[in-house]
Structure formats: C-alpha cells, structure tokens
C-alpha cells in the first residue's frame, strides 16, 4: 500500500468531499490508496491524517504532539509535514470541515505536481485563516436561455463548484432580472404560484417546469453546500413595467395586454402587489430553506414607483422577520434611506449593506478618494455616508467589474491583495465580484442560443469560464490569504505554457489587467457608469468633443483633460495626476506588455497551442487600448485648449492627436482578427459588436472634427493656446523625498496635528492637507502645510470643531515642486491613496 488516508470517525459533508477529490487524483495517478481511522491501522508508506484540529481524533492528536494549533475560526486550517514510525506523514487539521477541506485540496493539487513518487516533495507546512471571511462571484441571469443552460447542466455546475471549492470562493449569488427584458421580474413564479394569487403568472411557464425548476435549484444548492460554498439568491426585480428594466432593447417593452412568453402578468391589479410579494417572499423561503443569504433592492429600477417603495420595503422586511429572522439579508445601497435601515435595524434582521465598490465598473482596488458629483449625494455609487458610529450593520462589498472585464483574461495578484484590505474598511469581511462574461446576452431575445465567445480554431476549454482560471484563483486564495504562495498559479502557468514561457505569459498578464482599471479611474468618462452602456473593453468611449469632458471617476486623484487645460494656460495647479503624466504611464505600460508578448512568443516551443495563441491576442488588444488613450489624452487636452481659446492650431493638433489614436485603434483591429465571434452580445448596440465597429465610429468622429475646423469661425476673443506637453515621467513621486509617520488613531474632541518631511531637487512651492469624513456627500477641506523649526518638515492642524466624529477621518497630502510638478501622497500606484484616522 503506497498510501494511507487516516480520517476522524465522522466528517462532514465538505471534509467528506475533500477527502473524495483527494483519492480521486490518487487513483488517477495509478497510486494505490487505503481508508482507515485509526492511525494504528495505516500500512501505507505514506500517511495523511485529516481530521479536525480539537477531539480525539488522529489529526487532533499529532497536532497536540508538535505544539501546533489551528486559529478558532471559521475555514482555518494548519498543515503540518511531520512523522511516525518512520513513515512520512502530512497532517491536515481544519478548525472546522471547510477548513478540512481547504487543506486537502491544497495537498491534492501539490501532489498531482509531483513524480508520483515523492508525493509529498511541494506540500508545504502551512497555518492560515481567511482574511476575508466570505470571497464572492456574482451571477446574473440576463438571458434564459444562457441561465437555463447551466441551471439544468449538472456537470456544469459540478464542474464550476468544483473550481470555487478549489480556489476557497465561499458564495454564489445568483441575481434574478436586472434589465433583461422581464424574465425572472419578479422570480418566483419561474418556481411556483401562490395561492390566492392566480391572477400571477408568467406567461409560458407550466407547473411541471414550475418543479422542475424548483428541483434544479435544490440540486445547485446542494451541489454547493458540498463544497462548502454558500448561495445567495438575488431578489432584484419585484414588478416589471418596461423602461430602464428592457435593457435599452425596444422590443421588450412591458405591454400587459400582449406579454412576451417570459414575462410576469397580473401584478398590475389594483392593490396585489405587496400582499402578493409579501406571501411570495415567504414561500421562496419555505421553498428554499437551505439558502444562505437573500439580496435585497429597494430603488425604482426594481420596477416600483417612487411612492411605493417605502411600504414595499417596509413589508418585506417585516415578512424576513416573519419568515426566517436569522436570515443573512444583503440590502443593495442605491435607493435605501436612512428609515429603512432603522426599519431593518428595529425588526433585528440580520442585515449587510452592499454598495458598488467603484460605480459599475472595475475601478482601481481602493474606494474612489472623491466620486463623480453627479451621483455625490445619492448612495448610487459607494459607500455615501453609511459608513457611521455607532456601528450598527457591515458591509458587504460589491465590485462591478462585470461593466469592465468581460472578454479579456485578467489576473492581478497585487490589485487583489489591495482591494482585499481595503475589504475591511468599517471592519467589514466580505466582498463579490462578478464573473467573467457576466453581462453575455443581455438584451437578447431570450430564446435566441448564446453565442461562442472564441471562434472554433481558437476554443481549448470544455467550459468558457474556465479560461478565466487565475481570475477566479486570484479573487479567492489570495482574499483568503493575501500571502498565499504564488506556486499555486505559476505551476499552472508552466502546466499551460512550459516553464520558460509562463513567467513571462503571467507578468504580461498581470501588467495588461492593470489597463482596463487605470482607463476607468483617469479618462472614463461618466456617462458610461451603467454596467449596462458601458465596456472600456471594446469601446472607444465616444467622439472626441465628448471624451474631452471625462473627468475620470476619481477626481480628487486625476485631473481632468480641462484641468490640464487651465494648467498650461498657467490658470490652475493641482498636484492631482495630469492627463499627460497618465498618457505616459499607459503608454509605458502598452510597451511593456509588447516587449513580453514577443519574449513569450520566441520562448513558446509550439506555434499550436490554442491557449497561448488566443492569450496573446487579449494581451495584444489590451495593450493597444493602453497605447489609444495614450494617444487620445493629448486629443483631449487640446480639444479643451481649443474650447477656451478659440485658438484653431489646438484644434488642428487635437485633430492630429486623434488621428495618431485612431492607428492605435486600428492596430487593435488587427491584433483581434478573427479570434473573437464577430458579433459579441453583450447588451443591444452599440454596446454589442466588434472592435471594428468601434474604429468606423473613430473614423466619422474624425471626419466631424474636421468639419468643424473647416467651418470653424472665432467667437469672441482668441487667445494663443500653448501646444499640449508630452509629461517627462510616468509618475511623479521620483521627483519627491518624502518621510510620513501616518495617523491612525486621535481623540474626539481635540484637534489633530499631521506632520510630514517633504524636499525635492528643484525645491518646495507648496504642501497641502486635504481631509474629511469617511462620508462621500463630503468634499475635500484643504489646509496650507507650513514649514517647522525641523528641516523640510511642514505641518498642519486640523481644528476639532471640523471632525465629526460620527465617522472616521481620512487624509492625503498634495505637494508641488518649484518645476510646477504636482503629486498626491500616499502613492496611488502603490497603496491606497489617503490615510485612515480612526
């Protein structure tokens, strides 16, 4: 016998399962294995003892005897390499079954890495716990046809639960409508009908579907809880009355005299709505008691009006109560006023708040230091104001990135690592992202067949998602453990790859899924917030007089094109980051990824892998997109020159700058080819389609431009505009020495001193203190820094009756050198940037 398995006498369903993978990659490997559970018992000349880390078990035991523990948490685990009776062991103790299972997952992974005789040469020893508790992905259910293709697909799902399990992601939500045209608006009779309610109905569906569907989600539940993966189920929809809820798609307006098969009819009755909700709700419990969390919105693109939100609200509150008060609920920010969360606080609900991390998109991996003022007082974008002492709910962070990354790989460790910490914000342990092509068939016909992201020649997958393997390990190891061993991703680059190119393939991965997140932050512009109009992916983000405008989504960190404008008409300084400075950074960083593009390309020892070739051309795009707005900033800028001085030679350069982007877009073409599908339906046009569209759309844009310079006549006053300044760095902080001891703690009612050494080779002109409140309806004080008796050590203080201390305080410190060079400190491209004061 080469191995022996010695468990406890009991395990639970996750731990049995664990124990299951593991002997099902030991009879893979043709390694003959036995079960027992004694340790007395165990004839192999390799032993693992898995077990919970208290009792009387043998993992219990030989954890007591090398002085080893396991955290008293949930999910924690130790594996411990030891021995006995000279044989070679592995203990794998989990302070609970998860933790079990954590562990032998980890070693079933590490043991198929080996020769198959030395099983154990890559386990490592190893205490850990997670530093989020729960690590999320986020589904949709846009289109029935793609949901009912993995709802009925049993395989599917194994497979899937399978990859969540292996990678520690501990939550599913699944989210029913969301402008799709009325399916699932509201959910529940895709599962049932309710008595007293005939009149409810959606239009196609029979009572054995009805069941069906019931049985189904039982299966996925359970499929699930298996693997230690809870399911949230995501009540968004409660009525559908057509509008922003089609999707942007005409044909699906809500008309109830002629329903489309997939909508809900008979909620228009007078009077039916919250009794029917408010006995729905409770039966969906009843149904589903196994669930693990309900996701909650309460705004007007549920469908319901203004004046019928509050009691709405109120009664399905009242029926959680009712129904299952420990419940966990996740109550979506936008919409929630302050009386619902006293509602939800009264009736003692076991409630989170789930406010968008970053708009709806993949922004960069900390809260926006100031948000857009469009939705500045409104909880449509972050966290608001809600962030309040005392504490009375946490947070439950939700990243939209399913706005952003759609198609392309993405993979980022320290981006994660960061947003992992900035997940704790509020002593808050819970964050969910969405999955990749999470928006795929919005806005189509709903029996129309989903299409297949990758052209034929170019599929190596059985499953789509599982081209995005290190995104999914990525979100959960290391927000799990933000130190876990990157081993657990590099061999399965060298598995993909070889070992000489994968390092290489995964560093030009890393640095190409830092573009999509530096485009949304610098030069988005904010008409493009919804998840539902706008891909930086794909598009060029409109016309140039309208790109002009963008401010980025966050303002206190990026200037604006405009900005840069006034500061070259010598009108204004900041020392926020200049649309130049930022042109230079993606700029850099689209030469980077091409330099290791085509060293991974002369190491690859096969121009036949489909993976490697269809990985290339992401990368490929993605540093075209880096190069585009490089190029299209100077557009911008002198667009705005233009603007304010009527001055035709910045018009004539910004039409130039475009024409420079527009080859950069048109090398993009190029580089997709005939990789993607032709038409990708992801939201009705111009939102599906293909790249090339895009560059027809540049090309009239252009044309426009010209025009105008063409009939362009002065009005009013021409200034002499200055030519846009290509900026001499990446990054400013090399031109700043800079020494900080942060603040993290200060006494309310006393005011706060913050002092910082600052020089730089050309001098100081000037350091400034912003600060306010952890509340986003707040905008930026600022306080002249002034020199001290210390050398080059400025200080400012902040007056009591300016702290509130009903939140926290943050802080950043803005500087700007003789040469006119400005910078934020801390370092945005490095750490989060602002100080929190508790």
């Known amino acids: 016998m080469q191995v022996s398995i010695v468990t406890d006498q009991t395990m639970g369903l996750t731990a049995e399962y664990g124990t299951g993978k593991l002997t099902e990659s030991l009879h893979a490997m043709n390694i003959r294995y036995e079960r027992v559970n004694d340790l007395q018992d165990a004839n192999g000349k390799t032993v693992i003892v898995a077990g919970l880390s208290e009792g009387v078990g043998a993992a219990a035991t030989l954890l007591n005897e090398s002085k080893r523990t396991v955290p008293a948490v949930s999910e924690a685990l130790t594996i411990l390499n030891t021995g006995w009776q000279q044989k070679k062991v592995v203990v794998v103790a989990g302070y609970d079954d998860r933790g079990i299972m954590y562990g032998l997952l980890d070693i079933t992974q590490r043991i198929r890495w080996s020769d198959g005789r030395n099983l154990l040469q890559f386990v490592r020893d190893v205490t850990s716990e997670p530093f989020i508790k729960e690590r999320g992905i986020a589904w949709y259910t846009m289109h029935r046809r793609h949901w009912e293709n993995r709802f009925y697909d049993e395989q599917y799902l194994t497979d899937y639960f399978d990859m969540m399990a292996r990678d520690r992601l501990n939550m599913l939500e699944i989210l029913f409508g969301y402008e799709n045209g009325g399916f699932m608006a509201p959910c529940y009779p895709y599962f049932f009908d309710v008595d007293g309610f005939p009149e409810v109905k959606m239009e196609d569906i029979s009572p054995e579907r009805q069941q069906h569907n019931v049985d189904a989600m039982h299966r996925l539940i ?112 936008k919409g929630l006023t302050d009386t619902l969360i006293n509602t939800a606080y009264r009736l003692g609900l076991n409630f989170r708040i789930a406010p968008k991390f970053w708009m709806e998109q993949m922004g960069l991996p900390f809260s926006p230091t100031h948000i857009n003022r469009e939705d500045q007082q409104n909880r449509r974008h972050g966290y608001a104001n809600m962030l309040r002492y005392p504490q009375r709910y946490q947070m439950m962070w939700k990243l939209w990135n399913g706005g952003t990354n759609r198609v392309f790989l993405w993979g980022d460790p320290e981006y994660v690592r960061r947003f992992a910490g900035n997940s704790r914000l509020y002593n808050s ?8 092509m999470a928006t795929k068939m919005e806005s189509q016909i709903h029996d129309v067949e989903p299409f297949e992201m990758l052209n034929v020649p170019y599929r190596y997958y059985t499953h789509e998602y599982e081209r995005y393997w290190y995104f999914f390990r990525l979100w959960g190891r290391v927000g799990y453990n933000p130190d876990s061993p990157s081993d657990i991703w590099d061999r399965e680059f060298e598995q993909r790859f070889g070992t000489k190119a994968a390092p290489v393939v995964q560093a030009a991965i890393n640095e190409a899924s830092r573009v999509l997140p530096r485009i949304v932050a610098a030069c988005y512009p904010y008409s493009f917030f919804p998840t539902t109009t706008g891909w930086p992916e794909k598009q060029r983000l409109g016309d140039l007089p309208l790109y002009a405008r963008a401010e980025g989504s966050d303002i206190q960190q990026f200037a604006s094109f405009d900005q840069e404008a006034q500061t070259l008409l010598g009108t204004f300084e900041t020392g926020k980051t200049l649309p130049s400075t930022n042109a230079m950074w993606l700029q850099k960083l689209s030469e980077s990824i091409d330099r290791k593009v085509n060293e991974a390309e002369k190491l690859m020892k096969t121009k036949d892998s489909k993976e490697f070739n269809a990985t290339v051309v992401d990368l490929k795009i993605l540093s075209r997109l880096a190069l585009y707005h490089s190029r299209r900033a100077p557009a911008a800028v002198s667009y705005c020159l233009f603007n304010r001085t009527q001055d035709v030679a910045a018009l004539d350069a910004a039409i130039a700058h475009e024409q420079h982007a527009m080859e950069a877009w048109k090398e993009l073409v190029e580089a997709a080819g005939d990789v993607y599908a032709n038409n990708l339906l992801i939201g009705r046009i111009p939102m599906s389609g293909h790249w090339k569209d895009e560059l027809g759309l540049l090309e009239r844009g252009l044309e426009r431009l010209k025009e105008q310079r063409a009939n362009f006549k002065p009005n009013g006053t021409v200034q002499s505009a200055p030519l846009y300044k290509a900026a001499p760095s990446a990054e400013n902080s090399k031109y700043f020495n800079i020494s900080h001891t942060p603040v993290e703690t200060a006494s309310a009612g006393q005011p706060l001193t913050v002092k910082i050494s600052v020089s730089a080779p050309a001098g100081i002109k000037w350091v400034r203190l912003q600060y306010r409140a952890v509340n986003q309806y707040l905008d930026f004080e600022t306080l002249p820094m002034t020199l001290t008796g210390g050398k080059n050590t400025y200080e400012a203080t902040i007056p009591s009756d300016k702290i509130d201390t009903a939140y926290d305080l943050m802080y950043l410190i803005e500087m700007m050198d003789a040469n006119g060079r400005g910078f934020i400190y801390p370092d945005l491209n490095r750490e989060t940037p602002y100080f929190i004061i508790k």
């Not at 419990?285 to 309460?298: M, Q």
């Not at 469908?303 to 109550?331: C, N, R, W, Y």
Request: charged share 20%; glycine share 8%; aromatic share 12%.
């Open 222 to 333: 359970a499929l699930a809880h298996e693997r230690g993966i809870g399911i949230r189920l995501g009540v968004w929809d409660h009525i559908y009355r057509g509008g922003v809820q089609t999707g942007g798609n005409a044909t699906f307006e809500y008309d109830p005299n002629h329903a489309l098969p997939w909508q809900v009819t008979g909620l228009e009755t007078a009077g039916n709505l919250i009794p029917y909700t408010k006995a729905a709700f409770a039966k969906l419990l009843k149904t589903f008691p196994e669930a693990d969390a309900i996701l909650f919105k309460t705004n007007n693109e549920s469908g319901l009006k203004t004046e019928e939100l509050h009691d709405f609200s109120v009664s399905f509150f009242e029926t959680v109560a009712a129904a299952a008060p420990h419940m966990q609920i996740d109550i979506h920010s």
């Open 429 to 436: 342990s819970a964050y969910a992202v969405y999955e990749p």
